[in-house]
Nanobody, 118 residues
């Protein structure tokens, strides 16, 4: 059993910044890729950014140049620094964690709300 908990969401004005954190705890042997997804009301969940265990990153086109994903392997934690926020960034942000046992397992956090006002 692995628990994934996000934090750092909130209400911010357009142009502002937020920093999301996600920590994985429990029966973790090794963390593979970690990532952030988001889901706005009435829309599908979409990838925002992910990062491999080696530190390679990938971003959705809509957030490139504004968001930065990073990780601290010693703390089993992944971060998402969000700058220059736009109202269209408003969504519930979910952390995705891939844990390596004999095979890979995928875990999701409960989500944290990000609301950007204009």
């Amino acid at each position: 059993q692995v628990q994934v908990v996000e934090s750092g969401g909130g209400l911010v004005q357009a142009g502002g910044s937020l920093r999301l954190s996600c920590v994985a705890t429990g029966n973790i042997f090794r963390l593979n890729a970690m990532g952030w997804y988001r889901q706005a009301p009435g829309k599908q969940r979409e990838l925002v950014a992910d990062i491999t265990s080696g530190g390679s990153t990938n971003y959705a086109d809509s957030v490139k140049g504004r968001f930065t994903i990073s990780r601290d392997n010693a703390k089993n934690t992944v971060y998402l620094q969000m700058n220059s926020l736009k109202p269209e960034d408003t969504a519930v942000y979910y952390c995705n964690v891939r844990v390596q046992y004999s095979i890979q397992y995928v875990y999701w956090g409960q989500g944290t709300q990000v609301t950007v006002s204009s």
